[in-house]
């Protein structure tokens, strides 16, 4: 019923290798998490930020509405004036612009 002393000794007997070998699986939990989902993530909105940057005048646009129009002011403030139909022009933050239908060349000076 009661342990001896000599084999409550040998148990407790694992130390330092003992603590790290304890954290060794949670090591490699964030290792996956990092990345399938952290890293993927990052790449992501960093290409989003590139192209949200590189917008100019006559791209046409999704926005995250879901409102597909022609960017007709590029404005200094993070906003975009972009236009829905004729003579419609509404004022759209940048970030919510989720994608880029078709891009204008740059014009050549």
Same mark, same amino acid.
Do not use: C, F, P
């Given at each position: 019923m009661f342990a001896t002393p000599a084999f409550a000794q040998a148990a407790g007997g694992g130390g330092a290798a003992g603590a790290i070998t304890s954290f060794v699986p949670l090591i490699l939990i964030f290792a996956i998490m990092y990345f399938l989902l952290i890293r993927p993530q990052q790449k992501k909105m960093k290409d989003h930020q590139k192209m949200v940057e590189a917008l100019r005048r006559g791209d046409q646009v999704v926005t995250a509405g879901g409102l597909i129009g022609k960017? /007709?002011? +590029?404005? &200094?403030?993070? &906003? @975009? &004036? +972009? &236009?829905?139909?004729?003579?419609?022009? +509404?004022? +759209?933050?940048? /970030? #919510?612009? /989720?994608?880029? @239908?078709?891009? #204008?060349e740059p014009a050549n000076t």
């Open positions: 960017v /007709s002011k +590029v404005k &200094e403030d993070g &906003e @975009l &004036e +972009v &236009e829905l139909a004729d003579n419609v022009k +509404v004022r +759209v933050v940048r /970030s #919510t612009i /989720s994608q880029v @239908l078709n891009k #204008t």
